[in-house]
DNA sequence: CCGATATGTAAAGTGCGCTTTACATTTGTA
DNA sequence: TACAAATGTAAAGCGCACTTTACATATCGG
């Protein structure tokens, strides 16, 4: 799974805090989730997905089994 | 956050032991997430939502501050 | 060069998602 | 009514999601 957190945040010209602070998560959590550490809860997911206009789906990438 | 996951298991005329099985989760997983005990994680609502051919949003209800 | 802003790492603590095992209750049907 | 299948409850254990605090490194404008 990876996501495109960093990359949508970055469109918006925020810093890693003032996303932090708009999600009401820790910087910590931005950090680890753009960096891979480990997945968003489905709750946070959703919090994110909504934040930047988008579905689940198109902020976090589940690459498939594609065979 | 509510979650159809009993309506559409039984529309599919399954068992939770059965889905369980399919999903390669215990049936205890889903009995807690059919009762609302707790949230799936983020991959395993993946999981479920590509089950059905739905969309996470579309299995899991984040109902939303409607004001 | 210097200070501010942004990003990163480290490490410990808490609660939840999921498992495992075992037993209880409900429901359907022969 | 009796048995089987389906659903539910209980409780302990493990690892991960997220927090908190502290410090390190990088980048950049003045």
Do not use: P
């Not at 957190?5 to 925020?14: D, N, P, T, Y």
């Not at 489905?42 to 990438?61: Q, Y």
Request: glycine letters at 2%.
């Amino acid at each position: 799974m990876t996501n495109r957190i960093a990359q949508l945040r970055k469109a918006r010209g925020l810093s890693q805090a003032e996303l932090a602070d708009r999600l009401e998560v820790t910087r910590q959590t931005i950090i680890s989730l753009e960096n891979g550490r480990y997945n968003a809860s489905l709750l946070l997911a959703h919090k994110i997905a909504r934040f930047f206009d988008l579905t689940i789906e198109e902020v976090f990438l589940f690459e498939e089994d594609t065979r």
